[in-house]
């Protein structure tokens, strides 16, 4: 489902910047300037992919598509068969279960589902998911600091541009046909910077935060719900907990 507030937002942010500059009697070609975007961009990537070991970048770029098409937790539909599979287990034990491991789609579901027809205990149980879910919450938040640390180079380089811009100004005062190259050059790669920083990047490092926090509610439910059936809870109170995932 594409997330249209992603879309919204970038079109709001570009709308706002060329239609203040345009008020302003200003044109499109002013923002626009090769040097300055090549300075901010190529700079803010050399110093990220610097930082940033191999497959945390990697992942990152993965995660992207997140932000304009985030997959939405089943929250809904897991509760109800959480509280199915509760009635389930106390009809039938927990071996009545094991169908239901093999047509589940959700890997870390499945994962959870298993061990409780395998009679785990139930600390067991909560102690291997929980592993699980801290090493994936951890991962997708290392994808999410990247763009992150991107948003903190971004303006500092795009002060560089604006001091290499500056300093071809100063090299050609002899030249009056050459200082307002220099001088676009300058105060345009601020304005990359800020702007990349503020309107797409850090909003983009924390739109994944959120979506990886959305995840890791629904797989503690997930966890609460499980270690429920394997205690041989009520299926009434393991549905009342549950509910409080609920938003």
């Known amino acids: 489902m594409i997330d249209a507030l992603s879309i919204v937002g970038i079109i709001v942010a570009v709308a706002a910047l060329i239609g203040g500059n345009w008020m302003e009697g200003g044109h499109l070609a002013m923002l626009a300037n090769g040097p300055a975007f090549v ?19 990697t992942h990152a770029l993965r995660m992207v598509r997140y ?37 589940e789609s959700d890997q870390f579901v499945r994962k959870g589902l298993q061990l409780v027809v395998d009679g785990g205990e139930p600390d067991s149980i909560r102690h291997t998911l929980e592993l699980e879910l801290e090493n994936r919450e951890q991962r997708d938040m290392m994808g999410a600091k990247v763009f992150e640390s991107m948003a903190g180079y971004s303006p500092t380089i795009g002060i560089i541009g604006a001091v290499i811009g500056l ?47 959305d995840t890791s509610q629904y797989r503690e439910m997930v966890i609460e719900g499980l270690v429920g059936i394997s205690e041989g809870e009520n299926p009434r109170l393991i549905e009342s ?3 409080g995932f609920i938003r």
């Open 39 to 57: 300075i901010v961009f190529g700079g803010t990537l050399g110093a990220v992919l610097l930082q940033t070991p191999l497959h945390s970048f």
């Open 67 to 103: 932000v304009f098409f985030a997959p939405s937790p089943p929250v809904q539909g897991t509760l109800r068969s959480l509280i199915n599979w509760s009635n389930i287990a106390r009809r039938e034990g927990l071996l009545g279960l094991e169908k239901m491991s093999a047509r």
């Open 167 to 213: 300093i071809h100004v100063m090299q050609n005062l002899a030249d009056p046909s050459r200082l307002g190259e220099g001088i676009a050059t300058a105060f345009v790669a601020t304005i990359y910077g800020v702007g990349f920083a503020n309107l797409l990047l850090l909003p983009i490092a924390n739109k994944l935060k959120h979506y990886v926090l």
């Open 241 to 243: 907990r549950l509910r």
